[in-house]
């Protein structure tokens, strides 16, 4: 009976290990993305319940307790938070995630010493890189939470003797952890906890605010490095899946969205670059031939109205205003009015990888209308009006020719070779980057200044009345 109970445990880790990989297969178009959400949910209920049928399992009652809580916490979660801030909400759960694989090696390694057995090297190897994984994704986590949330300055913070002091605390881990597989000393085990609670902070602090998405999905991918870690120490293959399948997706996300900017990963890391605010108003200005040229809503209204094709860039203004559905209502009337109507997505736009498309899905904008880059960049030249929602970085033309700034090689949507840019934008300054757009001196760019939501709604005011 045993035996059954056990090969049942495992062909049902194996069925759940593939729906966790045809979800993750789904995930990869906007298209299927909520079908491959629901078939990895699916995974892990399987995995929970075979979990939940081992006979080590003990206290029921103390985790159907923490299902309740959890689920509450969950619901509630999910009505009160704002789509605009599911970046906070992605790096806090990246942090939770870090901090449960932690606490697993932790218990695991007191559960091991108070039952007065010898830790091996495998174990203590695995407990101790547990640990490390998970608390630096905790505190990492959390630093990144604190940047976009604006508890804490979105621009790097820097110290002298920086990165010694990172590599003298990181060898102290080390030698700590060497330490620890002769002599499993829990003074010295609580040290290294420590240790890699202070690491997670180091890690993310000299790191931009607009460096953030490409932060998260590298958290993201610890926290699955972690868990495989935590499955490692508990002997449970699923989560051992469960987490590479994680650590492996995130690394790969965190390749693209580095290509997408056209940085390296060690550059994001360690560069110091890249803030939250960009730089003052007019900041970079004065080396840009050309002047600016605005327009006003009803300006703008004719030129969309009587387009034949539009498409809309959103960027991270269109996020902090929350005008995705203004925007949405304003492409819906000029389809009425016959005009073809696209939206360009950037892999960096916004604040998480997604970020756009997650907001556009919430005001149920179509999936058929949404292109990459690599897809609506040959359709520019056809394109009448181009519509940039609060986007900069990532539509600057001085990327493809300025060897000099800080984004060369960058690729970019580019809006230039449209017949007609209209520009929605609170003021001059710049991005993360620091430097300013060369599109707003373009002579066919149009700038519309003020709250995106704002101008939205007075242009689709407008358009009616066309």
Known sequence: MDSLLTNGIELSYLVAACLFILGLKKLGSPATARQGNSIAAVGMLLAVVATLLNQQVLNYGLIAGGIVIGS????????????????????????LGGAASALVAIAEFWRLLSLGETLSITTSLTIILGVLIGGVTLTGSLIAFGKLQGIMPGRPVIFPAQQII????????????????V????????????????????????????????VISLLNSYSGLAASAAGFVVGNNMLII?????????????????????????NVLFAGFGSDGGAPEGDGSAAIDGAIKSVDPEESAMMLGYARSVVIIPGYGMAVAQAQHSVKELADMLEKKGVEVKYAIHPVAGRMPGHMNVLLAEANVPYTQLYDMDDINPQFDNTDVALVIGANDVV??????????PIYGMPILEVDKAKTTIVIKRSMSTGFSGVQNELFFKDKTMMLFGSAKDMVEKISSEVKEL
């Open 183 to 214: 002599n499993p000393d829990p003074n010295i085990f609580l040290g290294l906890v420590g240790i890699s609670l202070v690491l997670g902070v180091l890690f993310v602090i000299p790191i931009g605010g607009g460096d953030m998405p490409v």
């Open 396 to 405: 600057n033309p001085a990327a493809r020719h300025d060897k000099g700034s």
């Open 166 to 181: 990172n590599f003298a605390i990181l060898a102290g881990f080390l030698s700590g952890s060497i330490y620890l597989f």
């Open 242 to 266: 469960a987490g590479a399948l994680v650590g492996a997706s995130g690394i790969i996300l965190t390749q693209i969205m580095c290509k997408a900017m056209n940085r390296s990963i060690t």
């Open 72 to 95: 509450i916490i969950g619901v509630i979660t999910a009505k009160k938070v704002e789509m605009t801030d599911m970046p906070q909400l992605v790096g806090l759960f990246n942090g």
